[in-house]
């Protein structure tokens, strides 16, 4: 039973959402709550950048820019340029007392986003896609905590968690119809944590983070156990892979609602290397204008 190590300190009080993208250089992660794009620099230390009340989940785009999920809308903007503002490429409509939480790209590059409502009642969020033209579609409503979306290596299946049903469930998947016929895949015993955000590797082995199980579990195809990753802190948030031969998973933990002397290692990035690789991100394909550059910007921006 492997253990993953500590690669940071604990930088996030609400870590989520990495991503790792070679048009960046590396890794990139978001300080959720805080509004904050995360990446670490060449001399070890960690590089913030501030886009919003909320960065939920960060994509590249093929022909430039990073796209971030914020609290209620979606935009572009370029990585490691504060100078340019960023340009809204969608508004979602939450609803009341909500705000976006994770997604991904589906294989032609439209962008989905899930949201959930502050309070976390039920049915309070929603699971949506942004098309390439910036159109937005609901695809599920009535969730409650919409968070990990990844699809299988040849893209005809999708794995998806909504937190408090403590399943993650599977859909087959169309370029054209989308997300259909939505089945259990892997439910979670009592005892394990809740699952948050997940990858799939070249195998098409599905990694779960468990939200208070300490651990990442991976699943073959066919949804059996076969691997635990262990963590000494209870909020494990989401994992992806990356690194020059994408054989590193990066997992992200938070210590929201933990007390100040409570884990002391809750907010920091932890890595490992199970022994198989993880799929290229997928970009979001949408033709949506770089943004421009705001020659009254002055702020000091590492990342």
């Known amino acids: 039973?492997?253990?993953?190590?500590?690669?940071?300190?604990?930088?996030?009080?609400?870590?989520?959402?990495?991503?790792?993208s070679p048009t960046w250089g590396g890794l990139r992660w978001v300080d959720m709550l805080a509004g904050d794009?995360?990446?670490?620099?060449?001399?070890?230390?960690?590089?913030?950048?501030h886009v919003g009340t909320v960065a939920a989940v960060l994509r590249p785009c093929t022909d430039g820019g990073m796209?971030?999920?914020?609290?209620?809308?979606?935009?572009?903007?370029?990585?490691?340029?504060?100078?340019?503002?960023?340009?809204?490429v969608a508004t979602v409509a939450v609803g009341d007392n909500a705000r976006l939480n994770e997604g991904g790209c589906d294989p032609q590059g439209r962008f989905y986003i899930g949201s959930l409502g502050y309070d976390f009642r039920p049915g309070g969020g929603r699971l949506c896609r942004v098309d390439l033209d910036?159109?937005?579609?609901?695809?599920?409503?009535?969730?409650?905590?919409?968070?990990?979306?990844?699809?299988?290596?040849?893209?005809?299946?999708?794995?998806?968690?909504?937190?408090?049903?403590r399943r993650v469930d599977v859909f087959d998947h169309d370029p054209v119809l989308g997300l259909t016929n939505r089945r259990p895949?892997?439910?979670?015993?009592?005892?394990?944590g809740n699952p948050d955000g997940l990858t799939v590797d070249a195998d098409g082995g599905l990694w779960v983070a468990l939200y208070g199980g300490s651990a990442v579990h991976r699943y073959t195809a066919d949804g059996r156990l076969d691997e635990v990753i262990t963590l000494p802190v209870r909020q494990v948030t989401a994992c992806t892979f990356?690194?020059?031969?994408?054989?590193?998973?990066?997992?992200?933990?938070s210590r929201e609602n933990l007390g100040e002397d409570a884990e002391a290692e809750a907010g920091a990035l932890f890595r490992c290397r199970?022994?198989?690789?993880?799929?290229?991100?997928?970009?979001?394909?949408?033709?949506?204008?770089?943004?421009?550059?705001?020659?009254?910007?002055?702020?000091?921006?590492p990342a």
């Not at 794009?37 to 950048?49: K, M, P, Q, S, Y």
């Open 37 to 49: 794009v995360l990446r670490i620099e060449a001399d070890g230390t960690v590089g913030r950048r």
């Open 274 to 301: 199970p022994g198989v690789s993880g799929l290229p991100v997928r970009p979001f394909r949408g033709g949506i204008e770089l943004p421009t550059t705001d020659p009254t910007t002055t702020e000091e921006d």
């Open 242 to 253: 990356g690194g020059d031969d994408l054989g590193e998973l990066y997992i992200t933990t």
């Open 185 to 192: 895949f892997v439910v979670l015993p009592d005892g394990v």
């Open 67 to 88: 796209l971030v999920a914020r609290e209620s809308d979606v935009v572009r903007l370029v990585d490691g340029d504060p100078t340019v503002v960023p340009r809204v």
């Open 1 to 20: 039973m492997p253990a993953a190590q500590q690669m940071t300190d604990a930088v996030a009080y609400h870590a989520e959402g990495p991503c790792w």
């Open 134 to 165: 910036g159109t937005v579609e609901v695809v599920l409503a009535e969730v409650t905590i919409s968070n990990g979306l990844e699809w299988n290596p040849d893209g005809t299946l999708a794995y998806y968690a909504d937190t408090p049903t």
